[in-house]
């Protein structure tokens, strides 16, 4: 009898448990209020990541998830891996804006506008600008970049 | 004492079939998700590539999401509608009415559940009446797909020109 009510209680307890599970990879947010707090963080995230550009920052494991892909402005493509070192120029400005932030259940699909400006080795400014997407991925350890890529923004016929 | 035996051990066996199938059971079954996912993506992004060449603005209009969004290759961001409106057989006698065709290679994907990341290498190669062909445009383009009432939909794409080295 005693067995019994252990079984009982197990199952209970598993089909509770593979109910939350489900749960939290079917639905994910549905109110508004959840989906205004979701874009809050990303464009928390999106801007740290625009500081982190500026300064050079070459470790980028807290903004990516290993395996995430990331299409430079010449169409290569990088698979980043955890704990790589990404170099990166030293720029003098690093400005992000007309940003699309779309959210849906746990993947948020970012795109935007760069304003990168910075020098080469002997002092000459040059500018330039790239339209960016970020596509940004909950897991268990945060939001994290799994894909991205830059496409630079030039007028027609160049 | 032996019906109780087989009343423990039925109920042991119960109880690790259900583990298993909470445990075990979706790890296993996801490979053969992926596989599917696999097939039905790499059919809708040959299926998006065969109408932007053919002009075919309503079977782009059924592989869209209705938020979907492209970043172009010199970097601007273009609605749904005008998406759609570079595809209309009005804007292939426009641009003189060109013949091309599109060889889709380097396929790549990520599936998440109801999302998709899938990257590719397009090469298109044009040729207009009456003018010398013109030089192959190489693209890669990285596609969030978006499953909608079980049907896999284009949500975003970007294309970035692919220079050669």
Same mark, same amino acid.
């Given at each position: 009898?005693?067995?019994?009510?252990?079984?009982?209680?197990?199952?209970?307890?598993?089909?509770?448990?593979?109910? /939350?599970?489900?749960? +939290?990879?079917? %639905?994910?947010?549905?109110? !508004?209020?959840?989906?205004? &707090? #979701?874009?809050?963080?990303?464009?928390?995230?999106?801007?740290?990541?625009?500081?982190? /550009?500026?300064?050079? +920052?070459?470790? %980028?494991?807290?903004?990516? !998830?290993?395996?995430?892909? &990331? #299409?430079?402005?010449?169409?290569?493509?990088?698979?980043?891996?955890?704990?790589?070192?990404?170099?990166?120029?030293?720029?003098?400005?690093?400005?992000?804006?007309?940003?699309?932030?779309?959210?849906?259940?746990?993947?948020?699909?970012?795109?935007?506008?760069?304003?990168?400006?910075?020098?080469?080795?002997?002092?000459?400014?040059?500018?330039?600008?790239?339209?960016?997407?970020?596509?940004?991925?909950?897991?268990?350890?945060?939001?994290?970049?799994?894909?991205?890529?830059?496409?630079?923004?030039?007028?027609?016929?160049? | 004492?032996?019906?109780?035996?087989?009343?423990?051990?039925?109920?042991?066996?119960?109880?690790?079939?259900?583990?298993?199938?909470?445990?075990?059971?979706?790890?296993?079954?996801?490979?053969?998700?992926?596989?599917?996912?696999?097939?039905?993506?790499?059919?809708?992004?040959?299926?998006?590539?065969?109408?932007?060449?053919?002009?075919?603005?309503?079977?782009?209009?059924?592989?869209?999401?209705?938020?979907?969004?492209?970043?172009?290759?010199?970097?601007?961001?273009?609605?749904?509608?005008?998406?759609?409106?570079?595809?209309?057989?009005?804007?292939?006698?426009?641009?003189?009415?060109?013949?091309?065709?599109?060889?889709?290679?380097?396929?790549?994907?990520?599936?998440?559940?109801?999302?998709?990341?899938?990257?590719?290498?397009?090469?298109?190669?044009?040729?207009?009446?009456?003018?010398?062909?013109?030089?192959?445009?190489?693209?890669?383009?990285?596609?969030?797909?978006?499953?909608?009432?079980?049907?896999?939909?284009?949500?975003?794409?970007?294309?970035?020109?692919?220079?050669?080295?």
């Amino acid at each position: 009898m005693r067995l019994r009510k252990i079984s009982a209680s197990l199952l209970v307890l598993f089909l509770a448990l593979g109910a /939350a599970v489900a749960y +939290e990879h079917s %639905w994910g947010p549905k109110t !508004a209020k959840q989906i205004a &707090a #979701i874009e809050e963080e990303i464009l928390r995230l999106e801007e740290s990541g625009r500081v982190k /550009a500026l300064r050079g +920052e070459s470790q %980028w494991d807290d903004l990516m !998830a290993d395996g995430a892909y &990331a #299409i430079g402005g010449d169409g290569t493509v990088l698979i980043y891996k955890k704990g790589q070192n990404l170099s990166s120029m030293s720029l003098t400005s690093f400005e992000i804006s007309e940003l699309i932030v779309r959210v849906y259940q746990d993947v948020v699909v970012v795109t935007g506008l760069s304003k990168v400006a910075a020098e080469t080795p002997d002092k000459k400014p040059f500018s330039f600008q790239m339209r960016y997407m970020n596509v940004w991925k909950k897991s268990s350890d945060g939001w994290k970049i799994v894909a991205s890529e830059r496409t630079m923004v030039r007028p027609y016929g160049k | 004492m032996k019906k109780q035996f087989l009343q423990t051990a039925f109920q042991g066996l119960a109880l690790a079939i259900i583990w298993l199938s909470l445990t075990a059971g979706p790890t296993l079954g996801q490979t053969e998700v992926v596989n599917q996912a696999e097939d039905e993506l790499k059919a809708l992004m040959k299926r998006m590539a065969t109408a932007q060449v053919k002009y075919d603005s309503a079977t782009l209009d059924r592989l869209f999401t209705p938020d979907y969004v492209e970043i172009s290759p010199i970097g601007e961001v273009d609605s749904r509608e005008k998406v759609l409106g570079f595809y209309t057989p009005e804007a292939k006698s426009k641009d003189g009415g060109p013949e091309a065709v599109v060889e889709v290679s380097e396929f790549r994907l990520r599936v998440y559940a109801e999302f998709a990341i899938v990257l590719e290498r397009l090469s298109f190669s044009t040729t207009i009446k009456g003018k010398p062909p013109i030089a192959p445009i190489v693209l890669r383009v990285t596609a969030v797909c978006r499953k909608e009432n079980g049907v896999w939909r284009v949500a975003s794409t970007q294309y970035t020109a692919i220079k050669s080295h």
